[in-house]
């Protein structure tokens, strides 16, 4: 139902008057309005990452619960929320500039409460289908795709020099829920916290009880919080306002696909690796219990990204991303050394050091090829617009519009490595016994990334 015209929320909620580039406005309220709608997107995306990627932990003990599925269905399963993802993050770049951020955060982040609620009761009955446990990870994909809605809309409240820096925090911060959830996930598998409402458990070999539904339940009450925060805290610009038909123009730009394949070698090998690491080194070193360290990763590279999102603030984005590309290819080409052959049992120390910094690296080139993404199209489109006569308002306007579709549409690309990686190694591992093969796959691409940052960019010295 709409509110009236003059209804005190709707006054209340909606900004008309937005001018961040203005350095008066921006220091009289500008800063404290856009503050406060980041901190607030902040925890709804965290709590989008811990559903996104729910079953790279509940995967590892799906068998543990009575279940018995193939190591190639697990893999599967990590990577399905990242195909449902990465399809919806198109449609849901569009969403915020039709519907408002505030309308749009809070439903983004209410909707997630079913696949949780569907999974902590699927998870109690080893009778449950494979199939339906396909449907859930699809719907936890939802949760993949508020990424893009998200980062579009916080772009709309920062000026263009300070979008690297909240980007990355919102990014970064978000992300950070991938390892939220593998570091809460276990503790919360081993206490009965739900037992009212039906969790029942499953008594493991050594005698200990695992509570699997509690890694879905635990986040419902949080996402519950969290929406009603967003419906009451944050606001909808009506300067973002535009339809569908002036945001897909922006498909158009060649800019949009040669970015696009650097956020999916950055972005894309962060949420991979969150996807699979622990399955990976499940089967490579099957005695050390993965759990335990899986969080390490993407809380280095969560934390990475805010900071890569600020220095290509002070640096330049295509500088960042062109020295990060390089460490990842170096890192890459590391990890072949660390492996288990038919000769050695590996050394997980050094597999799991060589992992931490490879999501560093992915961590920090998210947040550098993000501020590459705001800053190239802002001045694109403000260069296309003046050029044809416009006003230094509407060049303002359109480049807003353009970027925070940009934004999302190349997130969309970038999610897409969520499900590459983990089938990667999955098909390795099947057909050779070894990840190798997906590894040189990714020192490859890696290495192409570093080719086109430099001859697209870096000769051209964009920043």
């Given at each position: 139902m709409s509110l009236p015209p003059d209804s005190p929320q709707k006054i209340r909620s909606l900004i008309t008057e937005w001018r961040p580039e203005e350095p008066a406005f921006w220091q009289r309220k500008g800063h404290h309005i856009a503050s406060r709608n980041l901190w607030i997107s902040v925890p709804c995306l965290l709590l989008a990452f811990c559903v996104w990627m729910l079953f790279s932990a509940v995967a590892v003990n799906l068998n543990k619960a009575g279940f018995n599925f193939t190591p190639d269905q697990l893999f599967m399963l990590t990577a399905l929320p990242s195909v449902s993802g990465a399809l919806l993050r198109v449609p849901y770049s569009f969403m915020v500039p039709i519907f408002g951020g505030r309308r749009w955060t809070a439903f983004s982040t209410g909707i997630l409460i079913v696949p949780c609620i569907w999974l902590g009761v699927a998870v109690q009955n080893?009778?449950?289908?494979?199939?339906?446990?396909?449907?859930?990870?699809?719907?936890?994909?939802?949760?993949?795709?508020?990424?893009?809605?998200?980062?579009?809309?916080?772009?709309?409240?920062?000026?263009?020099?300070?979008?690297?820096?909240?980007?990355?925090?919102?990014?970064?911060?978000?992300?950070?829920?991938?390892?939220?959830?593998q570091l809460v996930a276990p503790l919360a598998i081993s206490l009965s916290m739900f037992a009212v409402f039906g969790g029942t458990g499953v008594e493991q070999a050594d005698g200990s009880m695992m509570y699997l539904e509690n890694a879905a339940?635990?986040?419902?009450?949080?996402?519950?919080?969290?929406?009603?925060?967003?419906?009451?805290?944050?606001?909808?610009?009506?300067?973002?306002?535009?339809?569908?038909?002036?945001?897909?123009?922006?498909?158009?730009?060649?800019?949009?696909?040669?970015?696009?394949?650097?956020?999916?070698?950055?972005?894309?090998?962060?949420?991979?690796?969150?996807?699979?690491?622990?399955?990976?080194?499940?089967?490579?070193?099957?005695?050390?219990?993965?759990?335990?360290?899986?969080?390490?990763?993407?809380?280095?590279?969560?934390?990475?990204?805010?900071?890569?999102?600020?220095?290509?603030?002070?640096?330049?984005?295509?500088?960042?991303?062109?020295?990060?590309?390089i460490f990842m290819a170096i890192f890459s080409?590391?990890?072949?050394?660390?492996?288990?052959?038919?000769?050695?049992?590996?050394n997980f120390i050094a597999f799991f050091g060589v992992f931490l910094m490879l999501f560093l690296t992915a961590g920090m080139g998210s947040g550098s090829t993000f501020q590459m993404i705001s800053v190239i199209f802002r001045k694109l489109t403000m260069d296309r617009v003046k050029n044809q006569?416009?006003?230094?308002?509407?060049?303002?306007?359109?480049?807003?519009?353009?970027?925070?579709?940009?934004?999302?549409?190349?997130?969309?690309?970038?999610?897409?490595?969520?499900?590459?990686?983990?089938?990667?190694?999955?098909?390795?591992?099947?057909?050779?016994?070894?990840?190798?093969?997906?590894?040189?796959?990714?020192?490859?691409?890696?290495?192409?990334?570093?080719?086109?940052?430099w001859a697209v960019y870096g000769r051209k010295k964009v920043k």
């Open positions: 080893p009778a449950t289908p494979f199939s339906v446990f396909i449907i859930i990870a699809l719907l936890c994909g939802f949760a993949g795709a508020n990424f893009a809605s998200s980062m579009g809309n916080i772009s709309f409240f920062f000026p263009k020099a300070k979008q690297g820096g909240a980007l990355g925090i919102n990014g970064g911060l978000g992300n950070m829920g991938v390892s939220v959830m339940w635990v986040w419902v009450p949080l996402l519950a919080i969290f929406t009603l925060a967003a419906w009451f805290g944050m606001n909808d610009l009506a300067t973002s306002k535009a339809s569908l038909k002036d945001q897909l123009p922006v498909l158009k730009r060649v800019h949009l696909w040669i970015l696009g394949i650097l956020y999916l070698a950055t972005f894309g090998s962060f949420i991979g690796f969150s996807a699979g690491f622990a399955m990976l080194a499940k089967t490579q070193f099957p005695d050390v219990n993965i759990l335990h360290f899986a969080f390490f990763g993407p809380l280095l590279g969560a934390l990475a990204r805010s900071a890569g999102g600020a220095i290509s603030d002070r640096f330049g984005g295509t500088k960042v991303s062109l020295i990060n590309f080409a590391l990890l072949f050394a660390t492996l288990p052959d038919k000769s050695t049992n590996g006569g416009g006003s230094d308002e509407q060049a303002l306007h359109e480049s807003a519009t353009d970027t925070a579709a940009a934004l999302g549409f190349i997130s969309a690309i970038g999610a897409i490595g969520g499900f590459f990686i983990p089938n990667a190694f999955g098909i390795s591992l099947s057909l050779t016994g070894s990840p190798a093969g997906a590894m040189k796959a990714f020192l490859a691409f890696y290495i192409i990334c570093i080719v086109i940052t």
